[in-house]
């Protein structure tokens, strides 16, 4: 079992639907979680992180997290031709007095289409 | 403006030749790192540094070797030993161990073989 695993898709949505991204991942101590999306040919960006369960809003993103079912996924709310790109969830979990490891899962790639 | 430059953007390596990667960072951050991505993949770890010469290995340092000998620096050098070496590099630095899920991303080295 892979330690974050999501669709690789691609997912398709039009323009001003709503985009669903979803994520799990293996290790029950995890404490925090990331959203980074990825254009063609460039580096990731974070866009949205959550610690705590239930719902985060940032704009149009959305963020949702439920620790007892290992899931955290991502809402794209009025889905815009330049949200599609590649999207990587990540998941922290703290190291003590050591670094705590970020592991990422292998993206999810949207396109939004007019 | 504040950010992390990698070098070059391409490199070609031929075989039985070592080449270094460059990754300097102005953020003042104390943790860096260096990440493998292959195409339709997420990112795989290779190594990290919390500080000032000392670097951990991640999950695929075989191949490769670092060095932090100053703040703003951590290159990697991409050894013959790595047999299949052509992939994107992307450098990321982060404040420290509390916040290392919260990454900046430098704009990435791709590497070929010759």
């Known amino acids: 079992q892979k330690e974050v695993e999501q669709n690789s898709g691609p997912l398709s949505v039009p323009e001003g639907a709503i985009a669903s991204l979803n994520c799990t991942y293996s290790d029950r101590g995890s404490q925090s979680f990331f959203w980074y999306r990825q254009y063609s040919g460039k580096s990731p960006e974070l866009i949205m992180f959550i610690y705590s369960n239930g719902d985060k809003e940032d704009g149009r993103f959305t963020a949702q997290l439920n620790k007892a079912s290992q899931y955290v996924s991502l809402l794209i709310r009025d889905s815009q031709p330049s949200d599609s790109a590649t999207y990587l969830c990540a998941v922290f979990r703290a190291g003590g007095t050591s670094y705590g490891k970020l592991t990422f899962g292998q993206g999810t790639i949207l396109t939004v289409h007019p | 403006d504040g950010g992390i430059t990698q070098s070059p953007k391409y490199l070609f390596r031929k075989e039985g030749q070592n080449v270094t990667l460059s990754c300097e960072q102005n953020l003042n951050h104390d943790a860096m790192y260096w990440y493998r991505q292959d195409p339709g993949q997420g990112l795989r770890l290779i190594y990290y540094?919390?500080?000032?010469?000392?670097?951990q290995k991640g999950d695929i340092a075989e191949g490769y070797s670092v060095s932090r000998e100053k703040k703003e620096s951590f290159p990697l050098t991409v050894t013959s030993a790595q047999k299949n070496p052509t992939a994107f590099y992307l450098c990321a630095s982060s404040q420290g161990r509390d916040r290392a899920g919260l990454q900046h991303f430098g704009d990435g080295t791709r590497l070929s073989i010759l």
């Open positions: 540094s919390q500080i000032v010469n000392d670097f």
